[in-house]
């Protein structure tokens, strides 16, 4: 169906193009007349055309006008413009306003037809183009939920590669390599910093997260998760590495509006609190830093930086280098965390070369640190006499060259701790393993068996056994027993029943075939020709 409105001050016209538009396309078209410029906007108004032949010149209001006033409140019109003067004289303006052509009168039926059939034409292509937008847009309403959840998830519990958070930003066009972190928390009613009914109003919020969801995003322009526990986390990525005084009152405020629009639309109550700029990657610590900042006050808003919950560093101290040194001494990345080490050393010598105490004191600290870390990672036996030298030589060397030394080598040993721990355990279990197997090849042994010894998974234990060894279980398990099998045959009578049975094999004819397979013999050649 197509709403059509003929504009013009002559009743023949009209009446000849009614005629002409019922006859060629009868019920398709839904046909109103008007006939001066203010007549032509009222109707339009109340009637939303998807087609107007509009003349020019009309009583009152012109038809140039009269388009301008019609466009205000109709965006997908489509003009026609019927005059008995030159084109031209209108085309500049008519332009402007979206016009499909124009049509000299006396007017043919053919060009009517013509005309009406190329607006037509225009009006399925954008109908079409609109219908597929609302499918991506309903599709989209769907998906994007699920790609933000993932990201804040992969963010809070730092499950995730730099090439993961690189595509959620793809995905959900994120340019800011800064964020922060709210937590909106949610209860029957605030009982000092103390929430109340938490799991019934959780229940409640996954019910209504849509709609929380459509009003939170008036207030906080974020990446919103799903509902934990009594929670919300909302992310709001940022280009900056920090808020000014006046964006974190605008954040505060925001927030404090916000809380009273839920509170109000819901029976529940609502508090927000907001953790510090960080690095997208750090957005846990960020999180953490709005959890502890509502615990530590009873406001309905608070922000971590309005509050001294959190350490205040001076403020040329280059934390970001620190908290990267120790994640990677935590991860056993022995290489980085030298290089870092090596780093954090030059800062210090760059602006307190003069301070040598003070050096000696954060090279200490730093040390101690890395080494806490390696015993948490390791499970190291903790002697507390193992550093009693340390202030010592700390104070015995006399240049920062001699210092620098001394603490990289620290950083680079605790780093090695916790490496080749990574080794050992996969070492020790190996180890432990073919002890084991050793022990009791000649019995039914499985690897279920053996990964249960080790207390391992069976998939794990597999995939490591393989990797420490250079071969799979059977085949080691497999060899083990042909090699016990030809001692047997070299230094014994015994039958092959016997030999099969003392090696782990309950059926003679299969240990005859694996022993062929492994020795290129049979057990009768094999003992022949030994």
């Excluded at 986390?233 to 405020?253: A, F, G, K, Q």
């Excluded at 830093?289 to 280059?318: F, G, R």
């Excluded at 090596?342 to 307190?352: I, L």
Aim: hydrophobic share 40%; charged share 30%; proline share 2%.
């Amino acid at each position: 169906m197509y709403k059509v409105l003929l504009a013009d001050d002559e009743g023949i016209v009209i009446d000849s193009l009614k005629f002409i538009i019922e006859k060629e396309f009868g019920s398709q078209c839904d046909i109103r007349i008007a006939k001066t410029g203010r007549q032509v906007i009222e109707v339009a108004e109340e009637f939303q055309p998807d087609i107007a032949f509009m003349d020019i010149q009309m009583p009152g209001i012109n038809g140039i006008e009269a388009m301008r006033e019609i466009r205000k409140t109709n965006n997908h019109i489509v003009f026609i413009v019927m005059t008995a003067y030159d084109k031209f004289d209108y085309a500049k303006e008519a332009i402007s306003l979206g016009v499909l052509d124009y049509l000299n009168k006396p007017v043919s039926r053919e060009s009517i037809i013509d005309i009406l059939k190329k607006a037509m034409n225009q009006l399925d292509k954008e109908r079409t183009k609109r219908s597929n937008d609302l499918k991506v847009r309903e599709k989209l309403e769907t998906v994007v939920p699920i790609i933000e959840n993932g990201l804040i998830q992969d963010l809070l519990f730092k499950e995730f590669f730099k090439e993961d958070i690189d595509n959620y930003k793809t995905l959900l066009g994120i340019d800011s390599e800064y964020g922060y972190m709210a937590s909106m928390v949610f209860g029957r009613e605030l009982v000092g910093n103390y929430m109340t009914s938490a799991v019934a109003v959780s229940i409640q919020a996954q019910k209504a997260y849509r709609e929380i969801h459509t009003i939170t995003e008036d207030y906080i322009k974020g990446i919103m998760g799903a509902v934990m526990s009594n929670k919300i986390p909302i992310l709001i990525p940022t280009d900056s590495s920090t808020l000014s005084y006046n964006e974190r009152n605008e954040v505060v405020e925001s927030a404090r509006a916000l809380c009273r629009k839920l509170s109000d639309r819901f029976d529940m109550d609502f508090r927000i609190g907001f953790g510090s700029v960080k690095p997208l990657n750090r957005m846990s610590e960020s999180y953490e830093e709005a959890n502890a900042v509502l615990i530590s006050t009873t406001s309905h808003v608070a922000h971590v930086d309005d509050m001294p919950v959190a350490c205040q560093y001076e403020e040329n101290y280059p934390m970001e280098l620190e908290k990267r040194l120790f994640d990677e001494i935590s991860l056993g990345n022995v290489n980085e965390s030298v290089a870092l080490a090596q780093t954090f050393f030059e800062w210090m010598e760059e602006n307190y070369a003069n301070d040598t105490d003070s050096i000696r004191l954060k090279c200490l600290e730093f040390v101690l640190w890395a080494e806490h870390l390696s015993y948490e990672k390791t499970g190291r036996m903790y002697e507390f006499k193992s550093r009693a030298n340390y202030l010592s030589i700390l104070l015995n060397l006399s240049s920062l060259t001699e210092i620098k030394l001394w603490f990289v080598d620290k950083i680079k040993e605790s780093s090695m701790w916790v490496s080749n721990k990574h080794e050992e355990q996969s070492m020790s279990a190996v180890n432990k393993a073919k002890q084991y197997i050793d022990e009791n090849y000649m019995k039914e042994l499985t690897l279920d068996d053996v990964s249960r010894v080790v207390n391992i998974s069976s998939y794990y234990f597999s995939k490591v056994f393989k990797e420490e060894t250079g071969e799979n279980f059977i085949d080691y398990l497999t060899k083990l027993r042909i090699e016990a099998a030809k001692k047997l045959l070299k230094t014994t009578n015994k039958s092959m029943k016997e030999i099969s049975a003392e090696v782990g094999y309950t059926d003679p004819n299969y240990f005859s075939r694996n022993f062929k397979k492994y020795t290129g013999k049979t057990p009768t050649d094999y003992s022949k020709c030994n």
